[in-house]
């Protein structure tokens, strides 16, 4: 906005005089000026405040993230969309606010500890069980990583952003939801190192399976995978509302088959191996963030090293030691497990015990929502257990094709570009995001159009008005306009 300390435009020397009333003298007071009109864009206003993925910052007045493309006849379910993209950050410090301000009356605190305390402690064993009630914690950590999210990209990593010189909006964006990764990765990457490093399955691949069924586990070792299934549903979430990249719908295969592999190792008891599956796949994902951050600050050496271990870290981890993981599913977990049946609560689990005639395929999704009913580990439980890990190793293949086009081009010279979805949007929506950044954003400023003296204007460029327009101020073609509006301060810019 301009200064409000500098003169008005129209009191400048080219504007016109105000001529006394007829009848009066001169030395009398002056008629008022006439109401002052707005001319304004309508795709732009200016905001004090404003929070969510739009990101406009009321210092800086930076757009961040991937608005959601308005069009025409939008349905409710769009605008809904719209509005919780908008809102994230309001919505979930709003919702998480009044959870507390819920927690601190007695009567509802039965309730509300579901959300911040872990479930189905067990005093005896000192571990914790699995059960309907673990869905609240789950919850709580979805709405408190999507307000996190949002707001470390609004008010730390943007303006970080921009201090070290990034100007594009996009590339601000992006800058930002890879930081978000970093730090979330560097958390639990190595919280997940930890419980494996000091659990007996470390470097043992049998011991991944042993103790089963054993259906309870340490306090840290549930609130890590709890923990970790939020943030995968609520990745769920952010990739649906916000606008799709070209992988989409790779990226959303990759989502629920991770999610569901996480619930179902978390129901049977197989939290060992959900912790080494999140391990290897995490470390893959703590550098490629990483490389991708350094690209947009301009360190592209910098980024060029760390994508050299990006790919040595995905080729170890995912193409090594997580096929030895699938391998150890076929060979060890139905000999270790014995492959019978069990039943019972925690404290008094029952079996093993053949699988009942009468429940047919139904014994597999049991699991997923009784904690007390049967559970069976079988040749058909290894199998589609099997399947989802061949599955996730089936697009990490798929996406390892990919970053080899980028080691090619590294090793001609060229710097390391994502090829992947996570840097690109669809075509269209990249080339009208291109244009609206590179051209200069004009803000809303009050001026009295009807003060302006046209025609003189006319006389001095040469230039003819055209018919009035709607708004009641005639101005010329689409470049003479932004002259005049130049001139008169109106079409002031953005840095």
Known sequence: MSDPRAPSPVNGPDAPTQRPAKGSSPS???????????????????????????????????????????????????????????????????????????????????????????????????????????????????????????????????????????????????????????????????????IYYTSPAYLNLHELWADWPNREMAGLMKGYILAQLAFWLQQILVINIEDRRKDHWQMFTHHIITVSLMYASYRYGFTRVGNLVLVLMDVVDLFFPSAKCLKYLGYNTLCDWMFGVFMFSWIVARHILYPIVCWSTWAHSTQVTGGACFKGPINNVTGPFELPADKGMMFLLEPLWDSEGILCYNRTTMISFLSLLLALQGLTIMWFGMIIRVAMKVLRGERAEDTRSDDEAEDELEEDTEAVEEEPVPLEQEVGVEEIDLKNWERRTGVKRQAATTSGVSLPGHSDRKELLGRIGCEKQVE
């Not at 990101?55 to 919780?84: C, D, H």
């Not at 919505?91 to 009044?98: D, H, I, P």
């Open 28 to 194: 009398s007071t002056p008629v008022p000026a006439p109401p002052r009109r707005t001319a304004k864009r309508d795709s732009i206003v200016e905001h004090e405040t404003m929070n969510g993925p739009l990101y406009m910052q009321a210092s800086n007045k930076i757009v961040l993230v991937r608005p959601i493309k308005k069009t025409k006849g939008e349905g409710p379910l769009k605008q809904l969309t719209r509005w919780f993209v908008e809102n994230q950050i309001g919505l979930s410090f709003n919702l998480l606010a009044l959870l507390f301000l819920a927690h601190g009356m007695p009567r509802a605190r039965d309730y509300t500890t579901r959300f911040f305390t872990l479930s189905y402690y067990s005093p005896t064993s000192a571990k914790y069980g699995v059960g309907g009630d673990d869905g609240h914690i789950i919850l709580f950590c979805i709405v408190l990583f999507t307000g996190l999210r949002a707001a470390t990209m609004e008010y730390i990593f943007a303006p970080f952003a921009k201090s070290q010189g990034i100007a594009k909006r996009k590339d601000i964006t992006r800058f930002s939801e890879q930081a978000w990764l970093v730090i979330y990765y560097v958390v639990f990457w190595f919280l997940g190192l930890y």
